[in-house]
């Protein structure tokens, strides 16, 4: 027992001094930019200083990306089953610590700024004075000691409610704006030296003089939904003209040397294909959207506006026949579970699925947006053959893993 805390202290010790390697070859290459690429540098850095000090997530943001965790993980769990103390002891420490976080930051800028406090901070003590209370009464532990709901279904249920509930108030939030309403600098800066995030991930020799340099962040903010939290759009001229589009992730958690090593390997596997004879043919490929961390809890993610998922698809069909995703998954688990009790094949269940939903639910929703039957005949096509490769990489989660552009 006493060698069990010495292996997990050698363990500790040795992660911060390859933390500290690694700082020490960032200031290295930090300070040889500076030296010899001075115009380069003091660019990129204003643009990176500039995006995370004028894209923090707002309170409403990170509440709503700490629920769609906890909807994650209980939507994996058996619903009918009681919800242990553990479990129900980490929900309310995760939200006692982000209502924690918030009244350090406000104690942090009462001290440095002087009154009357700026509109950050009055819309943040705003947000804990009205929904503290109200996330006590439905996950923090009554006096008695026991949580306010009894199985994982009832936790899901009350997630879900707030989950939706802080999806619209983002969105209401965070209608598109200018971006001079954020960064008055970045609005106005003009790139010469800066390229355009993202072209240094393809696995070849970069070639700097071909790429394309950052022209303008253009004025207009957009808001997209993905993974079931909002994210701003900014957008960013090129040197060719062309617009390039990034969700600029905030309110997640810290970005990890895994989302770069996930980028190589589909960039490896597209390289796998290109070979094939057949997925030659059929222009089988992963569409790989290149992911750029700027800070430790900062990243930009290029994205494409017309994209969009086959949940989404789901959620508008049932949404116009009056259902909710929410009432259709829950059935749908409790007749799956009620059908591995008498050990009887699920695929019952996707057959009631099947039943709910229109069998043109798909092509209807393409039709909105093909402007004539050649394009809706292409968008088939390619359709099919991205089908084929998200069951090859994603398996189960080809409704969220999906995007059709």
């Known amino acids: 027992t006493s060698a069990a805390p010495d292996v997990s202290a050698a363990a500790a010790n040795e992660q911060a001094r390859a933390a500290m390697v690694v700082r020490q070859h960032a200031q290295e290459i930090m300070k040889h930019l500076r030296d010899t690429h001075l115009p380069f540098f003091l660019e990129t850095e204003r643009f990176v ?3 995370t ?8 943001q990170q509440m709503q990306h700490l629920f769609s965790a906890h909807v994650e993980t209980v939507s994996g769990q058996q619903l009918a089953q009681p919800v ?17 976080t918030l009244e350090q930051q406000l104690d942090q800028d009462s001290k440095a700024a002087r009154p009357p406090p700026s509109r950050e901070v009055a819309a943040q003590i705003a947000f804990i004075t009205e929904y503290r209370p109200l996330i006590a009464n439905d996950f923090f532990r009554t006096p008695e000691g026991t949580p306010p709901y009894v199985t994982y279904k009832d936790l899901f249920l009350r997630l879900r409610k707030w989950q939706v509930a802080l999806r619209r108030q983002v969105g209401r939030g965070s209608s598109p704006r200018h971006l001079e309403t954020l960064s008055r600098a970045l609005a106005e800066t003009r790139g ?3 390229e355009v995030p993202g072209q240094y991930l393809a696995i070849r020799e970069p070639l700097p003089e071909q790429h394309v340099r950052v022209d303008r962040v253009l004025p207009e903010l957009g808001l997209s939904e993905r993974g ?10 090129g040197s060719d003209g062309n617009p390039h589009y990034f969700l600029v992730e905030a309110a ?3 970005v990890s040397p895994s989302d770069e090593r996930a980028v190589q390997l589909g960039q490896l596997l597209n390289r796998c294909m290109e070979k094939e004879r057949q997925t030659r043919l059929r222009h089988m490929n992963l569409q790989i959207r290149p992911i750029v961390g700027l800070a430790p809890r900062c990243r930009l993610l290029s994205d494409d506006p017309k994209s969009f998922s086959l949940l989404e698809v789901v959620e508008d069909h ?3 026949r009056g259902t909710s995703a929410d009432g259709l998954a829950l059935r749908v688990h409790d007749r799956a579970q009620a059908l591995a ?7 019952e269940v996707m057959n009631e699925v099947v039943d709910l939903l229109a069998d043109s639910a798909l092509l209807d929703y393409a039709r909105g947006f093909a402007p004539s039957a050649a394009h809706l005949w292409s968008f088939r096509r390619l359709f099919a053959i991205q089908v084929r490769i998200c069951f090859f990489c994603a398996r189960e989660r080809v409704a969220r893993a999906l995007k059709c552009a």
């Open 49 to 51: 200083v500039e995006i």
């Open 53 to 60: 000090r004028s894209f923090k997530p707002s309170p409403e």
């Open 84 to 100: 242990p103390a553990e479990f129900a002891l980490k929900v309310e420490t995760s939200l006692a610590e982000l209502f924690s």
């Open 192 to 194: 010469q030296q800066m």
């Open 228 to 237: 079931q939290a909002a994210h701003r759009r900014i957008t960013i001229r």
């Open 252 to 254: 997640g958690g810290a």
């Open 318 to 320: 049932l949404r116009a």
């Open 341 to 347: 009790a008498q050990r009887r094949p699920a695929m």
